[in-house]
């Protein structure tokens, strides 16, 4: 049987990936450093995945499957040496300490004659690839580091955390949206493009992971920091809101548009995508939280990334970035600790000009107490006066 080598055993890992690898016929072999869960999914052989919906939820067993101790870095090695397609699903940030594994496993596979290895960078993170490629650089010879696909991927699902009272029950149990498909770039395979049923190559794939950082990330944690400021726990209960909803959806236009100016896409069927995210975030079963998806807020503001990303997009297009400024002054409103305005200088200090400022503006309004609905008609106003009365 083939196998697929999953580095990362965690929501992701087992709610998606592991999924449409076995589906695809391959058997997952995780990768990781968390000794109980690699130790239960050896005992076990395979784990419980629930997709879950206002419906209720569809119990599927994916299995067989085996796992390896990231730390046990031989085994690794061999695992990735001997595997037929590996994937990366660990987190941007952990990306760096995946390398000695994956190193160790690219010059045994290139010593052993075993052909051409691709990797799936399952990770919200542009240019994953380039920089995946910078930190094995120092580590391979350029035979073997040109023996590598480094191929990105736009992971669309969503793989909240379990509610700890099942974990009790089932420890291994991993609780996901129905949604299972996984854009990748056609153009970086080195290796023949496996025929997995989920899999979706495209070619070129710039726009593909644009789209989901750019609109999906972004609304998600504009979704998630406005959540915060209303006190609601949960994203469904967030994007349940009007107000919310409202700003959520006027933020992904705005880079909805851009992406198709930039991109030469059709505009409506962007905004069909926007509409049917937008459902998706109010799905009650999954249980998803509003701490959960906006952790991490410097990351998130940074300048290639969600937030700012995507008003840097609008702006580079000619448009105004004003809805995705009322999310960045949310997130900039949650990230506040002893010293507000010193968080605020260093958090947008990555950007400058009318994004800048509107976000500086709402986060006053937001600091002073001012309520949901006026910062709306403060945007709406600035929209106005930015593009005019259409008639």
């Known amino acids: 049987m083939k196998t697929a080598v999953i580095t990362g055993a965690g929501n992701i890992g087992r709610g998606f990936i592991g999924q449409i690898m076995h589906e695809g016929g391959y058997k997952p072999v995780f990768l990781d450093v968390a000794a109980p869960v690699v130790d239960a999914l050896n005992a076990e052989g395979g784990y419980p995945l629930d997709i879950v919906s206002r419906d209720g939820a569809e119990r599927r067993i994916i299995s067989p499957v085996s796992a390896v101790n990231g730390n046990d870095h031989e085994a690794a090695a061999r695992a990735i040496a001997d595997c037929d397609i590996a994937v990366t699903c660990v987190g941007a940030k952990a990306l760096k300490y995946t390398i000695p594994n994956l190193a160790a496993g690219i010059r045994l596979r290139y010593k052993e004659n075993k052909g051409p290895l691709d990797l799936l960078i399952c990770e919200n993170l542009m240019d994953a690839d380039e920089y995946i490629r910078s930190l094995l650089r120092p580590e391979l010879t350029d035979e073997e580091l040109g023996s590598v696909g480094l191929v990105e991927t736009s992971v669309g699902r969503m793989v909240p955390l379990p509610d700890p009272k099942l974990l009790e029950k089932e420890p291994l149990l991993v609780r996901a949206e129905s949604y299972g498909v996984l854009p990748c770039d056609r153009d970086a395979f080195k290796g023949e493009i496996p025929d997995i049923p989920a899999l979706y190559p495209v070619s070129p794939f710039r726009f593909i992971i644009e789209r989901k950082l750019y609109i999906h990330n972004m609304g998600h944690a504009v979704c998630a ?24 959806s006027e933020a992904m236009k705005e880079s909805a548009a851009a992406l198709a100016k930039r991109h030469g896409m059709p505009l409506d069927a962007l905004l069909l995508h926007c509409g049917d995210l937008i459902r998706r975030f109010g799905n009650t079963a999954l249980g998803d939280t509003c701490a959960r998806v906006g952790n991490d807020i410097p990351r998130k503001l940074a300048k290639s990334d969600r937030l700012t990303g995507a008003a840097l997009s609008c702006a580079e297009a000619g448009y105004h970035p004003t809805f995705i400024a009322v999310g960045a002054a949310a997130a900039l409103r949650a990230y506040e600790t002893d010293d507000p305005v010193k968080d605020l200088e260093a958090l947008t ?15 006053k309004m937001m600091a002073s107490g001012a309520p949901l609905s006026d910062i709306i008609a403060r945007a709406d106003l600035l929209k106005t006066e930015r593009y005019g009365r259409i008639v």
């Open 225 to 248: 920091y406005l959540g915060m400021a209303k006190g609601y726990d949960r994203i469904a209960q967030a994007i349940g809101d009007p107000e919310i909803r409202l700003v959520v």
């Open 349 to 363: 200090s990555v950007t400058e000009g009318e994004y800048h400022d509107d976000a500086l503006g709402f986060y």
